[in-house]
């Protein structure tokens, strides 16, 4: 089955720096690869997704990119703020034994001091 | 986008006792749904997934009969934590997609249910 690996697991930066989140996975069939920011007590939220055959894809100060040969992922936050400070969780679209669902990475705590 | 609601948000509960946690799709109808289950500062676990009229799918390691799911209608799945354990307080999450939508991959999150057994 799928297995995502997130890295790093804590991020710190100060307030206008970029913040960069890497991912791997191992299921070449997988095709989806959302991001989520979760902030403490509450639901993930989507900030970006990507398809796999799209190379990048950007949304303001977010941009997501996709390797599909090396079967890796990157979030890229630019200019952050202290409102970006969260817990940020990759995944894939892969094959659980309960169905098709998404497997998350581990999460990385993003924290941006001002 | 579509809005997935949790039912209760907060719950606290004796040790033996069963608790229901309601997940619905307030303004769409779901045929899948999906249950996860985080532990503190830890990732999202899938447990089962919940398919609209059928039996749910349950993740390796996941006991069917502790964690009974119930998806009786397209817009609502329950999960009931039979015989709770003090073990089995977590964060619970549901999730379900819009197949309607454009983006048919996106899964939306409810809000969480925080279950401590005491």
């Known amino acids: 089955g799928e297995n995502v690996e997130q890295h790093p697991s804590t991020l710190s930066v100060q307030e206008g720096d970029s913040a960069v989140i890497k991912c791997t996975y191992s299921?070449?069939?997988?095709?989806?690869f959302p991001w989520y920011k979760q902030e403490l007590g509450k639901r993930p939220q989507l900030i970006i997704d990507?398809?796999?055959?799209?190379g990048e894809k950007k949304d303001q100060r977010i941009a997501v990119t996709l390797n599909k040969t090396a079967k890796h992922f990157s979030l890229h936050i630019t200019e952050t703020q202290p409102e970006d400070s969260a817990v940020y969780f990759c995944?894939?679209?892969?094959?659980?034994?309960?169905?098709?669902?998404?497997?998350f990475g581990k999460g990385t705590t993003l924290s941006v001091s001002s | 986008g579509a809005v997935v609601s949790q039912h209760p948000s907060r719950v606290i509960c004796k040790s033996g006792t069963s608790v229901k946690i309601e997940c619905r799709s307030l303004?769409?109808?779901?045929?899948?749904m999906f249950w996860y289950r985080q532990f503190p500062k830890k990732s999202l676990m899938l447990m089962a997934t919940?398919?609209?009229?059928?039996?749910?799918?349950?993740e390796q390691g996941v006991e069917k009969d502790k964690f009974l799911i119930n998806h009786a209608s397209l817009t609502l799945s329950t999960l009931t934590v039979t015989s709770a354990h003090p073990e089995d307080s977590s964060f619970y999450i549901c999730?379900?997609?819009?197949?309607?939508?454009?983006?048919?991959?996106?899964?939306?999150f409810g809000p969480g249910t925080r279950l401590t057994v005491l």
């Open positions: 995944a894939a679209e892969g094959q659980w034994q309960a169905g098709t669902a998404l497997i």
């Open positions: 990507i398809r796999s055959n799209v």
């Open positions: 999730s379900a997609r819009d197949q309607a939508s454009g983006n048919y991959n996106e899964q939306f």
């Open positions: 303004d769409f109808q779901a045929t899948t």
């Open positions: 919940s398919n609209e009229g059928s039996k749910a799918t349950y």
């Open positions: 299921d070449s069939a997988s095709n989806y």
